[in-house]
Structures are given as structure tokens and as C-alpha cells.
């Protein structure tokens, strides 16, 4: 059975940090680009991170600019899971975060396309008080 579990998420005051985890079971994450993903309600799915599988290249790693420089997406094959290191948080940065699996090879222009990821996880909600 595919399953991806995030967990992590929890209250914490502004300019905390948290650690998410995102662990699969059912398939090899390694073969996947794993994206990050928050949602508030009333808002649409927004991309916060993703990384793709490795490659000759190395691993390709995207973030838009309203998180760049506090989040910190890395993949630990071995244990076929996946971590958001979220540093400095703010209120703004309250929401649920999901984590998804795609067989694709993301770039700058498509990484926070929802459609190109298959398997998702059920999230954990982030709270940051003020």
C-alpha cells in the first residue's frame, strides 16, 4: 500500500523552527521528486519546496522566493523519507503542509504544479502564534 505520513507540525511561536517529516512506505521515495505543499483555508495549494530525485546532476532543489533562505527541504533515501526544516516562522506561516510524490523531474517552472505529483500525504497542521 502506497502511504506518505508527514509529521512534525504542531504550535510554536513566531520565530521558532520546526522540523517536518514526510516517510513512505509502499514504493522508493528515491525514485520520486518529493514536493512540499501548504494550504490554508480558503486559499489554494501553494508550493513551498521541492526536490527531485538524484541524478548525474545531483538533486535539484526549488523553493519560491517567500520561503527561500528559512526552509530547507533534504531527503534521507535510506530511511525513504523526506524532511522541511522551517526556520524563523511567522504567523503567515500557519497552514496545513502536505507532503507528494511525482514521477517527474522538477524544475523551476513546474515544481509547484500539484497535478505532476501522485501520491499525497493526509498533512500536519503548522500553527505559529504571534
Known amino acids: 500500500q502506497v502511504q506518505l505520513v508527514e509529521s512534525g507540525g504542531g504550535l510554536v511561536q513566531a520565530g521558532g523552527s520546526l522540523r517536518l517529516s514526510c516517510a513512505a512506505s509502499?514504493?522508493?521515495?528515491?525514485?520520486?521528486?518529493i514536493g512540499w505543499f501548504r494550504q490554508v483555508p480558503g486559499k489554494e495549494r501553494e508550493g513551498v519546496s521541492s526536490?527531485?530525485?538524484?541524478?548525474?546532476?545531483?538533486?535539484?532543489?526549488y523553493y519560491p522566493k517567500s520561503v527561500k533562505g528559512r526552509f530547507t527541504i533534504s531527503r534521507d533515501n535510506a530511511k525513504n523519507t523526506v524532511f522541511l526544516q522551517i526556520n524563523n516562522l511567522s504567523p503567515t506561516d500557519t497552514a496545513v503542509y502536505y507532503c507528494?510524490?511525482?514521477?517527474?523531474?522538477?524544475?523551476?517552472?513546474?515544481?509547484?504544479?500539484?497535478?505532476?505529483?501522485?501520491?499525497w500525504g493526509q498533512g500536519t497542521q503548522v500553527t505559529v502564534s504571534s
Open positions: 509502499g514504493f522508493t521515495l528515491d525514485e520520486y521528486a
Open positions: 507528494a510524490a511525482g514521477r517527474f523531474r522538477p524544475d523551476i517552472s513546474n515544481y509547484a504544479d500539484a497535478s505532476l505529483y501522485t501520491f
Open positions: 526536490i527531485s530525485s538524484r541524478d548525474i546532476s545531483g538533486f535539484g532543489i
